[in-house]
């Protein structure tokens, strides 16, 4: 069934001024600029062309590295074997990662926040004890990273943050779209055989040893890995999140296959902008958030937009956000437009921004990624140290990069779940399909943050007050 349908709900009726789109086909017809479409094709077009370019390039390297050059110093069998074993281990770990996550939602996920510091802590001991030159230097890197994620998990992934993300989590996958896990599945497997498949000219571009020229091609081949995954993450994303907005705004049961036919279909371009533009922004906000912590303010005052800090921030997710593809989905709007369309509904309801903003389903996406990525890298490094101790640690990092992208795909159903449930109750929060937990956390989070901020006056006023007496 299409999500094409034209439906209109009770609640849309009930509340035109509040400018409830009554269903998908309505917003379709909204007119899109001709700057829109040109950008739209021109994304189109470059993913494809780059699809094909480097898929050029990796089957040269790979006859030129192979077959056609002989290096005594490059063993086939001792590079390829710990490297592809490490992708198809990732995949396996990725697919049980989906399963345990079905079967114990709370245990999985505290699980995957304590066991990402220490896997990306013993990446870092790997390196630090076995590379040379400036190999330890990027494992002394890790480790710091591993303080942060273990830092970050203690301030900011507190017990009420954590039940509340279970709770939505449960409630949001309660009821999956047809043939969901099979889009899940078959990205997954997708994505091993893509790195599989770019691998090999990594490999032949490493048999050769030509220099700069070599090491360009291997850094062409990882950024097209890259932003490749990205965009099957996020087309799986505005699937996924097209097939659940519909099911909590109760429309229809919509088939994610058919979902992700429309939006392979016509919806792409969307995609390709935001898998450039989110992950920048992500890494911006994050930054600014941190500042903000750290100078004693909160998340409440970075939202009021007091400072230029924030004022940024508030603006850039009005650009860029991930909740834009449930709307890129649904609707069919450009990915800049459906990222301003929905943040702004999550600002209709007071509270709704803070809480979105501070949902923990994507930092335990990144966490289990990044875990895979860590054990495929110490199984591909490992097993590489004990038959060729040259190339350890491009075994490593290849890994890690492979292993996590492929984690990050295999999780997209997850977050576009929850996506969908959040951008469904900000259209509607009166829906069917939602009880109180939304409002309830919202009345406590605002006791929270007027207690802290109370406490905060209070200890300035007396630090003053010490002040004026000295």
């Given amino acids: 069934m299409e999500i094409e349908q034209t439906v209109t709900t009770p609640a849309a009726t009930q509340q035109p001024q509040q400018d409830v789109v009554t269903s998908p086909a309505a917003a379709q017809q909204q007119p899109q600029t001709l700057t829109g479409r040109f950008f739209r094709c021109l994304f189109t077009s470059i993913f494809y062309s780059q699809l094909i370019l480097i898929s050029a390039l990796v089957i040269f390297l790979t006859l030129r590295g192979l077959l056609f050059t002989k290096s005594p110093n490059f063993h086939p069998k001792k590079w390829y074997t710990p490297l592809l074993s490490s992708v198809a281990l990732s995949g396996l770990l990725s697919l049980s990662w989906q399963c345990l996550f079905l079967c114990n939602i709370a245990a999985t996920s505290k699980a995957t926040i304590i066991l990402a510091p220490l896997l990306t802590f013993s990446v870092g001991i790997f390196l630090v004890l076995y590379g040379k030159t400036f190999v330890p230097g990027i494992g002394g890197l890790l480790i710091l990273f ?25 409630l949001s996958t309660s009821v999956l779209p047809p043939r969901t896990r099979l889009i899940a599945v078959v990205s997954s497997i997708l994505s091993v055989l893509y790195s599989a498949f770019l691998a090999a000219g990594v490999g032949g571009a490493t048999a050769t040893r030509r220099g700069l020229i070599d090491i360009l091609f291997i850094s062409l081949i990882v950024k097209s890995l890259a932003w490749t995954m990205q965009v099957l993450k996020n087309v799986q994303v505005v699937a996924v999140s097209k097939a659940a907005y519909v099911h909590f705004a109760n429309y229809d049961v919509v088939n994610a296959c058919d979902a992700l036919c429309g939006t392979l279909r016509s919806q792409l371009g969307s995609v390709c902008i935001g898998s450039t533009l989110v992950p920048v922004f992500v890494v911006i906000r ?102 060729h101790e040259d190339y350890f640690f491009q075994m490593t990092l290849y890994a890690f990069i492979i292993g996590y992208f492929v984690g990050r795909v295999s999780s997209a159903w997850l977050q576009a779940c929850v996506m969908a449930y959040f951008v469904a109750y900000a259209a509607n929060p009166e829906g069917a399909n939602f009880d109180n937990t939304i409002p309830e956390r919202i009345a406590r989070q605002n006791v929270e943050e007027n207690k802290s901020l109370a406490d905060n006056e209070v200890r300035q006023t007396e630090e003053e007050q010490e002040i004026t007496y000295m």
């Fill in 286 to 387: 994050g930054m600014i958030r941190t500042v903000n912590r750290g100078g004693n303010g909160s998340d409440r005052t970075m939202y009021a937009g007091h400072g230029d800090c924030a004022w940024v921030a508030n603006h850039m997710v009005l650009v860029g956000n991930r909740y834009g593809f449930v709307h890129v989905g649904v609707h069919n709007k450009g990915f800049v437009q459906a990222s301003r369309d929905a943040w702004q509904e999550f600002r209709r309801t007071v509270g709704l921004e803070e809480l979105v903003d501070a949902d923990l389903t994507s930092s335990i996406c990144f966490l289990s990624a990044f875990g895979i990525g860590a054990i495929s890298a110490l199984t591909a490094g490992i097993w590489e140290l004990n038959i």
């Fill in 146 to 170: 591993s303080f942060a994620q273990a830092i970050h998990s203690w301030l900011f992934v507190t017990r009420r943050r954590r039940e509340f993300t279970f709770t939505i989590t449960a």
